[in-house]
């Protein structure tokens, strides 16, 4: 059983992340942003300490509302930086609010940012991270992997002997319609 399905049960932080959550298929763009938002804050931390924080970058970034946080200017970015409920990290910060803008432009030319991943699909890891890392800011192996993972469009979020992976196989994410 992978770490995380071992941790995870009945952890205070983990456990309804990764029994409702983790890979589960997503469409609504918000709910894309802010699992990209949270990948990128994650980077070189800890996925307890961005679970712990992700309901004050709820807040902070306007719900992870796209067009909201695509036409941040330098009075929120100074916000942003001030506010402990997020993590701060000037790079990270910029970087949302840069891919903000990026998804704008997937939905206006695929119809929607689930669209444009369904475009790419099925693809490697590999190839995934090469074209994350042409489209958008601050998305390394990690932080492709883990979104893509967490949205069903990867494999790997959970062990084949958890109960989460049964569901999985019954609703059938991306990952596995590909390989079926």
Same mark, same amino acid.
């Given at each position: ?99 903000? /803008? ?5 939905? *206006? $030319?695929?119809?929607?940012?689930? %669209?444009? =991943?369904?475009?790419?699909? +099925? ?28 949205? /069903? ?5 959970? *062990? $084949?002997?958890?109960?989460?992976? %049964?569901? =999985?196989?019954?609703?059938? +994410? ?7």
């Amino acid at each position: 059983m992978s770490t995380y399905c071992r941790i995870a049960p009945g952890h205070p932080v983990h456990h309804s992340y990764h029994a409702t959550e983790y890979g589960f298929p997503q469409r609504d763009e918000t709910i894309l942003f802010e699992r990209l938002v949270l990948e990128i804050m994650q980077a070189g931390l800890s996925w307890e300490l961005v679970l712990k924080r992700r309901l004050g970058m709820r807040e902070a970034f306007s719900g992870f509302a796209v067009d909201a946080v695509a036409a941040y200017g330098e009075e929120d970015v100074a916000r942003l930086l001030a506010d402990p409920a997020i993590i701060r990290n000037r790079l990270k910060v910029a970087a949302i609010i840069h891919n903000a /803008g990026v998804v704008q432009q997937l939905r *206006a $030319e695929h119809g929607s940012f689930a %669209a444009w =991943l369904d475009t790419h699909h +099925p693809r490697e890891r590999k190839d995934w991270v090469k074209l994350f890392g042409k489209t958008f800011k601050f998305t390394g192996g990690e932080i492709v992997g883990e979104f893509l993972m967490s949205l /069903g469009y990867l494999p790997g979020s959970h *062990a $084949e002997d958890c109960p989460v992976q %049964a569901e =999985l196989r019954e609703i059938g +994410p991306p990952w596995m319609r590909a390989t079926a």
